[in-house]
């Protein structure tokens, strides 16, 4: 059973920057394709941005895309969201996702594992 946790959330002000963590214990790291969602209050969870199991290929939604970067290190079991130029619409809980081998897609029910969560705020 794989298990994740992220951590990295926080309280940040318009333009500003955090970095969000995903430490993933259990099984083989390197087997997963990782992704980032969120959820803001009254809404569906909605994917950001996803990276294969080589780190290779990424994918982003529309909305993050130039302002975010997800990466991944193997040495450490951990992926990253890096998030920049953030902006208030960008608040919402954060939760990381792994799925076996491949990316399934952008739809948050597709995916097998999943993180507790970590509240973003960007004040305005």
């Known amino acids: 059973q794989v298990q994740l946790v992220e951590s990295g959330g926080g309280l940040v002000q318009a333009g500003g920057s955090l970095r969000l963590s995903c430490t993933v214990s259990?099984?083989?790291?390197?087997?997963?394709?990782m992704g980032w969602f969120r959820q803001a209050p009254g809404k569906e969870r909605e994917f950001v941005a996803a990276?294969?199991?080589?780190?290779?290929?990424?994918d982003y939604a529309d909305s993050v895309k130039g302002r975010f970067t997800i990466s991944r290190d193997s040495g450490k079991r951990t992926v990253y969201l890096q998030m920049n130029s953030l902006k208030p619409e960008d608040t919402a809980v954060y939760y990381c996702?792994?799925?076996?081998?491949?990316?399934?897609?952008?739809?948050?029910?597709?995916?097998?594992?999943w993180g507790q969560g970590t509240q973003v705020t960007v004040s305005s």
């Open positions: 990276i294969s199991t080589s780190g290779g290929i990424t």
């Open positions: 259990g099984r083989t790291f390197n087997r997963y394709a």
């Open positions: 996702a792994a799925h076996t081998s491949v990316v399934p897609g952008w739809v948050a029910a597709l995916w097998g594992y």
